[in-house]
C-alpha cells in the first residue's frame, strides 16, 4: 500500500540534545512538508521541500533543520536551540507544491516530549 | 493575512443527530477549501475539498458547498455515528501557496 510512514511514534529529547523524526513517502511524490501541531491549535508550517536536494523555510523554522537527499525521505531535526519543542509533528506530501487544488497527505504524526 | 475560523468546540451530540460545524474563511482571491479528520492519536486524513465557488464536496455521508459570498465552508451530517468522533480541521490553500492554512480544528464527540 502506497503511504507515509514517520518514526517513532514517540520520541523523547533530553535538553540540550538533536533528535531527528524520520518520514518516508512510497506516493512518488515531489513536495514534502514539515508541520508542527500544539494542542488546540491549527497545524502550522515548519519547511517544505518541492525536489530533491531544495528545502525552503515554512512559517516557524527556527530551531529545525531538514535534508532531502532522497526523493522518499524528508527527515527533520530538532535542534537544541528548539526551545518549546514539545509538539505532535505531521510530515505530508503532495504531487504538487503549488496547484491549489491539490491533496496533500499526512504521516500517522511522531509526538515528541522533552525530558 | 489569510486565516480560517471554526466553531470553537468541544461539540457533543447524540448518535443520529444532525450536525453542523462552521468554517468561515478571511482572504484575497479563491481559494481551494479542504476538511480534514484527525482520529485520536493519528495523522490527518482529507474528509472533502472543493475548488471553486459553489463547488460540493462530499464523502462518507458528510457534506460541504464553497459559499464565495459569505465566505464560509460549513460541514455538514445528516445522522452522525459513534465512529466520527474526531477533531475536525478547515483549510484553504491558494494557487501557488506551499502550505494549507489551518483552522483550530474542533473536537467532535458522538454519544451513543
Known amino acids: 500500500d502506497g503511504g507515509i510512514t514517520q518514526s517513532p511514534k514517540y520520541l523523547f529529547r533530553k535538553e540540550g540534545q538533536n533528535v531527528t523524526l524520520s518520514c518516508e513517502q512510497n506516493l512518488n511524490h515531489d513536495a514534502m512538508y514539515w508541520y508542527r501541531q500544539d494542542p488546540g491549535q491549527g497545524l502550522r508550517l515548519i519547511y517544505y521541500?518541492?525536489?530533491?536536494?531544495?528545502?525552503q523555510k515554512g512559517d516557524i523554522a527556527e530551531g529545525y533543520s531538514v535534508s532531502r537527499e532522497k526523493k522518499e525521505s524528508f527527515p527533520l531535526t530538532v535542534t537544541s536551540a528548539q526551545k518549546n519543542p514539545t509538539a505532535f509533528y505531521l510530515c505530508?506530501?503532495?504531487?504538487?507544491?503549488?496547484?491549489?487544488?491539490?491533496?496533500?497527505?499526512f504521516g500517522p504524526g511522531t509526538r515528541l516530549l522533552v525530558l | 493575512g489569510d486565516s480560517v475560523t471554526q466553531m470553537e468546540g468541544p461539540v457533543t451530540l447524540s448518535e443520529e443527530a444532525f450536525l453542523t460545524i462552521n468554517c468561515t474563511y478571511t482572504a484575497t482571491g479563491y481559494p481551494s477549501l479542504f476538511w480534514y479528520v484527525q482520529y485520536p492519536g493519528e495523522g490527518l486524513q482529507l474528509l472533502l475539498k472543493a475548488t471553486k465557488a459553489d463547488d460540493k464536496g462530499s464523502n462518507k455521508g458528510f457534506e460541504a458547498t464553497y459559499r464565495k459570498e459569505t465566505t464560509s465552508f460549513h460541514l455538514e451530517k445528516g445522522s452522525v455515528q459513534v465512529s466520527d468522533s474526531a477533531v475536525y480541521f478547515c483549510a484553504l490553500r491558494y494557487q501557488g501557496a506551499q502550505k494549507l492554512v489551518f483552522g483550530q480544528g474542533t473536537r467532535l464527540t458522538i454519544n451513543p
Open positions: 505530508a506530501s503532495s504531487t504538487s507544491l503549488t496547484l491549489a487544488g491539490e491533496t496533500q497527505y
Open positions: 521541500s518541492q525536489i530533491v536536494n531544495d528545502f
